[in-house]
Structure formats: C-alpha cells, structure tokens
C-alpha cells in the first residue's frame, strides 16, 4: 500500500500560512514577470478569476484582489511540515514534487487506517494547511485517490476507481488532449478498453505508458528522502520590519515547525541559535540553552519573545533565521533525596521576567567566587536538576565550628602594644583573655573596589569569637561553637 499527501493549490496555501490576514480578501498567485505574468492559483474568495488570465485581466474579473508573488521560503516551510507528518506514518517517503509526498506503507500496521490518516489531517490543519490524502495499491493510484480525495480517499476496487476518472489525470500534452478529445476518450476505463497491444502500435512506447498509467500498473521505485541533518528556519522579509509584532509572528511559525520537526525524531531541542539580518548588512545573533529538551512550540517560543520584548536593534530588520539544535531527552532514575524542577521551562521563562526588571547580574544561584575575599559569591544560571551532595576532597574538617553574624557586629576595642585587650559591644563586653594571630588579607589593591582586612579569634569570659578589623572600623564577624 501508498499513501499520498498533497496539497492543493500548493505555493498559494504556503503564502497564507503566512500571511493569514489575507485569507479574508480575494487573493491570486501571480506567476511570471512583465507581460508574460499570468495567474495561477487562488481563493475561494477570487473564483471569478480564471487561472491564465493576465494581471489587468484578473483585476477586471476582481478589483480587489491582491496579488502575490511565489514566495520559496514558505514554500520551504510548507514543504518541510509536510514531510514531517509523512514521516509519521512511514520513513520511506519521497517528496515527488512541490506541495505533494509519497509514502511507501508496506510493512505498516494499518488496522486503525481512517484514525491515522485523521491524525495526518489534524496535525496539518492545525498549522493551517489544508491536504488531501489518498490511499491506493500503488504509488500511482494513491496519487490519483488524493487529487479526488475529500479530504480522504481510500482505494479499495482499483479497477473501478480508475474507470470514471478523467483522461486529464495522465498529464497529457496538448497534441495528447486533442487526439484523445478526436477519439471520444474522456476516462481512463475508455483507454484501457482498447488492446494494449493497439495502443502500443499507434503511439509507440509513449502509447504503452499512457495505457499502464490509465491501469494504474504504473510503477516507480520510492526515492526515500534523508531525514534533516539540521532544523533551520530562515525567511527574507517582503519589507523591512521596524516592530515586533510582525517579527513574533514570523517566528511564532518557525518555532511550530521547528517544534514538529526535532519532536518527529523522539528528542527535543536543547539550544536555539536566532539570527536576524539589518538593512544595514549587519547580522545580530544570539543562542539560547535550554534547560532541558523540548519539542513544545510555546516553550520555544516564549524564549524568543521574552529576549526580544527588550531587544532594539541599530536598524530595520529585513531577513530572519531560526536553528533548533535537537538532543536526546536523557533518562535518568532520581535519587529518594534529589528535588528537580517540575516545570523547567516555565522556571527560566520566570527568571527571564524576572531579570529583565532587576537585571541579569541580580539573579541566579549563589556561589562561591574565585577569590580570596570573604563572603565573595557569583551568580550563575541554576541547574535544572541539584546534585546529590558529595564529600570534598581532602582531610575531613575539625575544630570548633565558626557561626558568622550577618551583618557583623560593631565593637570598641582598646588596643595595647597594637593587639585587642579588650572589648565592648551590644553582644559581649569584658577583657580579652586569650588572643591567636592575627590574619591579614587584602586584594585589588589596584581598583576602586581595593579592600583589606585582619581578624584575630580571641576570648572574652567564657566565648570564643572572630575579631574582625576593617577599614569602616572594628567588628564582632562570628562567634564559634
């Protein structure tokens, strides 16, 4: 068995996709340049017009009607969703040409056919693309059921489904039409009457592939289609755009397809990389990591918007692309002790809101810096997952442990011979009965952020405290346990 997806008026459907504000005016394709410009395809609204017709022509039949030029990159879109719901019901797929795909059932469960098919039609329909789809015993047939089809065709009785359609279904040539027209053959059961013998003497080996073509005997091997090696998006705008709105929307449709594409292979994406191209040549790129992969079109999308909702560029933008990078889901048991996030996206999605009121340098998870200085953290982006705790390499910690106060503490101390003899503060005051040090650090001495300090752990009654001496004065920093 075949399967055959097609889509009609092909390069219009693409079009509309996206631009569906014109789906409520009357819209025709306008193929060619100059006076040999003709219309080729429209819609519903524009059906006074006939395709063929020359532009002043069509606008005579219909003087609303909006004129289009072919657009290749939402063809490519189209064409791409396309194939991605083809790979749904089989890897062996062909695209036989613009706006149709060939599959190849053999070896496919097809118990539940009409449900699967549906699918197919659902999930194009929902990215606004209309398709026909036909079953059939042959590639050729299944071509033929999807061209009648309404929106789907299945074949069973070959022999009758092919009798009634019309000799237009051979893509005869003119000479082809006009001879068979003089003979009175108007369907393919009216050719296949004839000997295939008679018809091979008249027309030669053209003859024998009309009369195979009108039995549905026709057959040409499946030139299955590579799978993508990379999930890319790029349009080249009609006009320079200067808001976000109309850029949302074209990206809004990348992320769908992008989405269904890296969704088809059982993975998601793990990093998108945006490029947007100026009217001045320039290029601004910039790559998103996700925190975990997803095939979910809003989740990629909310991380496109909340970048640009704060993103202002030195010119109009004039050209766009869009590259999901897909990765495995990676499997893992959690451990009884280890806590995740239950909704990665929506976390980030939240910190992203969140960093851009405070700013990116005010948000993240805390962690020690690289210096020497005490109490100095970083920010970096949190783990989606927290790792189990493991132990530090290195002696085992001893000694009394130290508790800092936060904020520290201010004392007055009296010094003798330059070392604390004793002190008076809101926590202790008394003398200083036993002294250790003193410890001195000190760094960026060559910034305006220098700083220096010396601490010292002494006694006072019967507590152990850490004495700290800084440039704003003398302080109590912690007390040990």
């Avoid at 130290?402 to 604390?420: D, I, M, S």
């Amino acid at each position: 068995m075949f399967a055959v997806l097609e889509l009609p008026d092909f390069s219009l459907q693409a079009w509309l996709r996206m631009r569906p504000a014109l789906r409520h005016e009357p819209v025709g394709l306008l193929q060619g340049t100059g006076r040999r410009a003709v219309i080729t395809q429209v819609n519903a609204l524009a059906q006074a017009v006939r395709p063929g017709s020359s532009a002043a022509q069509a606008l005579a039949d219909c003087p609303g009607l909006q004129l289009l030029p072919p657009s290749p990159d939402a063809e490519r879109e189209a064409a791409a969703l396309l194939l991605t719901a083809a790979w749904t019901l089989s890897p062996r797929v062909e695209p036989t040409t613009s706006g149709r795909c060939t599959i190849d059932l053999r070896g496919v469960n097809l118990t539940r056919v009409d449900s699967v098919l549906e699918n197919v039609r659902g999930g194009l329909a929902a990215h606004d693309l209309a398709v026909r789809i036909g079953v059939g015993p042959t590639a050729l047939i299944a071509r033929y059921a999807a061209h009648v089809a309404r929106p789907v065709k299945v074949v069973d009785d070959a022999r009758g489904f092919l009798a009634g359609l019309p000799v237009q279904m051979l893509e005869l040539t003119p000479e082809e039409e006009r001879l068979f027209s003089d003979l009175g053959l108007k369907t393919l059961g009216a050719i296949t009457q004839f000997p295939r013998a008679a018809v091979v003497s008249r027309w030669g080996n053209r003859g024998a592939e009309l009369w195979s073509r009108a039995a549905g005997e026709w057959h040409a091997p499946i030139q299955a289609a590579p799978f993508p090696v990379r999930h890319l998006a790029t349009m080249e705008l009609e006009d320079a755009v200067e808001t976000l709105e109309p850029l949302l929307f074209i990206l809004r449709r990348f992320c769908e397809r992008l989405a269904a594409e890296v969704g088809q292979f059982g993975g998601g994406a793990n990093r998108l990389a945006l490029g947007l191209t100026l009217v001045s040549e320039a290029v601004y790129r910039r790559d998103f990591e996700l925190p975990e992969p997803t095939a979910d079109a809003d989740v990629l999308f909310a991380v496109l918007a909340n970048h640009l909702s704060g993103l202002q560029t030195d010119a109009a933008i004039m050209g766009v692309s869009l590259e999901a990078v897909p990765a495995r889901r990676l499997e893992q048991q959690e451990g009884l002790f280890d806590t995740g996030l239950k909704d990665a996206p929506l976390f980030y999605t939240t910190l992203g809101r969140i960093a851009a009121v405070v700013g990116t340098d005010k948000v993240g998870t805390p962690r020690q810096g690289h210096r020497h200085r005490p109490d100095e953290v970083e920010l970096s982006s949190p783990p989606a997952m927290i790792p189990a705790r493991r132990r530090p390499a290195g002696p085992e910690p001893f000694g009394p442990l130290l508790w800092r106060l936060r904020p520290p503490v201010a004392a007055t101390v009296e010094l003798t011979a330059a070392q604390p003899t004793f002190l008076e503060s809101a926590l202790i005051t008394g003398a200083v009965t036993v002294l250790r040090r003193p410890f001195r650090a000190n760094g960026e001495w060559w910034s305006p952020t220098a700083w220096a300090r010396e601490e010292w752990d002494i006694k006072v009654g019967t507590g152990l405290y850490r004495l700290l001496h800084a440039p704003g004065g003398w302080f109590i920093e912690g007390l040990y346990d």
